[in-house]
């Protein structure tokens, strides 16, 4: 099993976080602030430490100076501001990778794959074997007892139009539909609304799906003149 501790204060970023990190069988412990950071660094073992530069005590680099005088465990940091400066000095600290946001949670997950494969050698640590595809879980997923959409673990806010059309879409991946078929499903009274409508909802919907996937992923493609499908992959 490899030991995760994630440091970092902003709620949906660290909720996405871990729950793409757990569906790839990392163990994540969860902290807000770098203070915490390091004391639960001092009290239990981890072979990983992601790290928000952005902290509200201290920055990710001071937790990184402090771990780094007693410790080699990889560090890959995450920050807001796309900085050349703070990449280098962020590498220069001790730091193994520098994501900048917004990212998408599989890509962080691939990239702690990536760093504890390159020190492995060096640290006798083995990322867990990817899920086969099959058992994966996909990134939207449909509770139809509670009638909600989640995203990454996420449940999305949405509105019942928001919530019936992204349904539609999601229970026929790959097929494309025409903005008429969208509000025969998804409409109770088709009539009293034109397909700008549609447009205008799946605009909002797919504002709510970049939010809970960190602004990265993008479900729903336009087909012009055609419709809209949504693939995941
Ligand atoms: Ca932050």
């Known amino acids: 099993m490899t030991r995760v501790l994630l440091v970092e204060d902003e709620p949906a970023i660290a909720d996405a976080l871990i729950y793409a990190l757990e569906t790839d069988r990392f163990v994540v412990t969860h902290v807000l602030t770098g203070g915490d950071g390091l004391s639960t660094f001092a009290k239990s073992e981890f072979d990983f430490m992601i790290l928000d530069v952005g902290l509200p005590d201290m920055t990710g680099f001071d937790v990184c100076r402090k771990i780094r005088e007693k410790s080699n465990i990889p560090v890959l940091f995450l920050t807001a501001r796309d900085n050349e400066i703070d990449r280098i000095l962020g590498l220069e600290i ?29 640290a006798g640590v083995e990322a867990p074997a990817p899920l086969a595809a099959t058992t994966a879980r996909k990134p939207l997923h449909h509770d139809a007892v509670a009638m909600r959409i989640h995203c990454h673990g996420v449940c999305l ?44 909802h799946i605009k909002t919907v797919r504002a709510k799906i970049r939010h809970a996937s960190l602004g990265a992923e993008d479900y729903i493609q336009t087909r012009r003149g055609l419709g809209y499908v949504l693939v995941m992959d």
């Open 94 to 122: 001790g730091g193994d990778d520098y994501v900048t946001k917004p990212f998408s949670p599989r890509e962080i997950t691939a990239r702690v794959r990536a760093i504890l494969r390159r020190s492995s050698n060096v």
């Open 157 to 200: 806010d949405l509105t019942a139009h928001e919530y019936k059309l992204l349904l539609v879409l999601l229970e026929n991946q790959g097929r494309v539909f025409s903005r008429d078929q969208l509000l025969e499903k998804a409409w109770y009274d088709p009539g009293a609304v034109t397909d700008r409508t549609v447009d205008a």
